[in-house]
């Protein structure tokens, strides 16, 4: 055999030896059916709007005043469990998965956009009875939770910011300062490797198969200040709704910009100055965080004049998950008194 037929079979063998590899670590979706009957259980309800199947959760005396949670990118309404504990005995409490996410799953239409989750919030605000609510939001969810208070700060009595928020211009205003928001945001991302991976065509397109258990738990280590509180359940849950049907291509749909093709885009209003946003604000940040860095709590603190700072030393991406008595707490409290000392936590 010459030495050139040798070198065609070593790399015949290599592609194979990582296809099977790579075979090895697909996960195919799962199921409504399968997930239900494990992360469905009561309180939890389904209500449909635009097509989709909402899960949610309602919790906590009804004439309570009410809060809104939104949870980040990959997690789902069980993020908020430990807050809901703490919460529900002076507040009625709502919590959901977004499209895309959770029991919810994809879009029907792939519409992700900004005027649809609006319209979402809106609609069920409006079901619920409800003149007003908190709303609060982690990562993603933080980022709709400021952007609802632009949009409709009638409605919302008082907002919660926790690792995540992006004050929304005007059309006009970001078109003359597009590349000064775009190169702010790419410098708002943290150091982690994940976050810098995910920015990557090919990464996302491999995580729509690709998704093994220990990878989603390289992922939740790297959100948490102290890796050590990441367990199985934690990594099973995570990774189920992960898998449910349609949810990782869910997440590549998502960097394809809908807005300008949203039936709901006519219905979105210009957005308020974040200087005039009358109710208070409470911007909470772990110091550990590696997917969000905690100079943009800094940034939207300094841009918003409602709003109170407080942060978190041995916290991460997760703050209400990884220590949700005190941040809670340190939430109720505000709401309560309408402010906060600005600080770093103890």
Aim: net charge negative; aromatic share 8%.
């Amino acid at each position: 055999m010459s030495a050139l037929a040798r070198w065609g079979w070593a790399v015949v063998l290599i592609v194979v030896a990582v296809a099977v590899a790579a075979a090895g670590l697909i996960r195919p979706d799962l199921p409504p059916e399968t997930l239900q009957p494990i992360y469905a259980q009561p309180p939890s309800e389904f209500v449909d709007i635009d097509g989709m199947s909402i899960h949610l959760r309602d919790e906590g005396p009804r004439d309570a005043p009410a809060v809104l949670l939104l949870h980040g990118t990959f997690a789902s309404l069980h993020t908020w469990s430990g807050w809901v504990a703490e919460l529900t005995e002076t507040h009625r409490v709502v919590r959901i998965d977004l499209p895309g996410f959770g029991l919810t799953g994809p879009h029907p239409n792939k519409d992700y956009s900004l005027a649809a989750t609006l319209h979402l919030l809106e609609t069920l605000r409006t079901r619920l009875g409800l003149k007003r609510w908190a709303v609060v939001g982690n990562s993603l969810g933080a980022g709709y939770a400021l952007a609802y208070a632009q949009h409709h700060p009638k409605r919302i009595s008082a907002v919660g910011l926790i690792s995540g928020g992006r004050i929304r211009l005007s059309e006009a205003e970001y078109s003359a300062r597009r590349a000064e928001v775009q190169a702010a945001q790419a410098n708002a991302r943290g150091g982690s490797w994940i976050i810098q991976a995910l920015q990557e065509p090919i990464v996302r397109a491999m995580l729509t198969q690709v998704t093994p258990q220990f990878l989603v738990r390289w992922a939740l280590e790297d959100v948490y200040g102290n890796p050590d509180q990441v367990d199985e359940a934690l990594v099973n849950r995570y990774q189920s709704m992960l898998r449910h049907s349609g949810n990782r291509q869910a997440f590549v749909d998502r960097f394809i910009k809908s807005e300008g093709t949203s039936p709901h885009t006519e219905t979105l209003t210009t957005p308020a100055s974040p200087v005039d946003l009358p109710m208070p604000i409470l911007i909470q940040w772990g110091e550990q965080d590696t997917w969000i860095d905690v100079e943009q709590g800094l940034t939207l603190a300094a841009a918003l004049p409602t709003s109170t700072l407080v942060t978190y030393p041995s916290l991460g991406h997760v703050p209400m998950e990884e220590a949700p008595r005190e941040t809670a707490a340190d939430f109720l409290a505000f709401l309560h008194t309408g402010q906060l000392t600005q600080r770093q936590a103890p």
